[in-house]
């Protein structure tokens, strides 16, 4: 029986427990605040910007919303980011990608304080993360770590592949299955004979951003995959990365998008929003 990997629950489990953990920093008179920025109005940001203010507001942390016009600056945007950096009553500073093309996003990463890089996306923090120094880490990889860690996965000596390379995903998380002791490969769209690279996996991880890319073929009989992919279908139904209905019976676990790996990012966000009091 394939086991299907609740992140809707998982997450949930996971925010009871910072609601109790904001609830004792409350009580010792410590206020928590995330500043969330939103350049312009990409519908998809602004779904994901409001269910992360959503999360402060259920585990009990303040959020500080700027929400900036599309013609926004590069200057401007920098500018704020400088303030927010030497604000005492902001803890986390979370800028909501893609930005406009006008604004370069690695020089806003970078200007963003390590201390309050809540989305682990500033060289330092991904550094840290790669010498297995204290640092935040990038919330997706860490909340698939967290989904199989609380489903039970174990991972040391796991034969793990992850398909996809991103800054954001793929990179980050090939670190964090090193450093849970797995083996790791990280393939991509330029790899030769991918189905029997993806094939040796134990654990496969998806984040190649092409709807039902992953069908059976790429997978071993047993195997349990996680879909990082958020897509829309040809009948604009929501969709993985992994052909979810051909990939299920062969595995013994998998995420179902949506309901996956997607909640599991603001829970970690969240939980990144707690630990900069202890980095500060
Ligand atoms: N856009 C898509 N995912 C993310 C994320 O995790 N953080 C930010 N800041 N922007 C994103």
Known sequence: MTKVIDGKAISLEIKNELKEKAAALKAAGVTVTLAVIQVGNNPASTVYVNNKKKGCEYIGIESASFELPEETTEKELLSLIDELNTREDINGILVQLPLPKHIDEDKVIKAIDPKKDVDGFHPQ????????????????????????????????????????????????????????????????????????????????????????????????????????????????????????????????????????????????????????????
């Open 125 to 280: 923090s991904v550094g840290a993360l790669c010498i297995g120094q204290p640092g935040f880490v990038s919330c997706t990889p860490a909340g698939i770590i967290e989904l199989l860690k609380r489903s039970g996965i174990d991972i040391a000596g796991k034969e793990c592949v992850i398909l996809g390379r991103s800054n954001i995903v793929g990179k980050p998380m090939s670190l964090l299955m090193l450093r849970e002791n797995a083996t790791v490969t990280v393939a991509h769209s330029k790899t030769a004979n991918l189905k029997e690279v993806t094939s040796r996996a134990d654990i496969l991880i998806v984040a190649i951003g092409r709807p039902k890319m992953v069908t059976a073929d790429y997978v071993k009989e047993g195997a349990v995959v996680i879909d990082v992919g958020i897509n829309r279908d040809e009948n604009n139904k929501l969709c993985g990365d992994v052909d979810y209905d051909d990939v299920a019976p062969k595995c013994s676990a998998i995420t179902p998008v949506p309901g996956g790996v997607g909640p599991m990012t603001i829970a970690m966000l969240l939980n990144n929003c707690l630990a900069s009091i202890e980095l500060k």
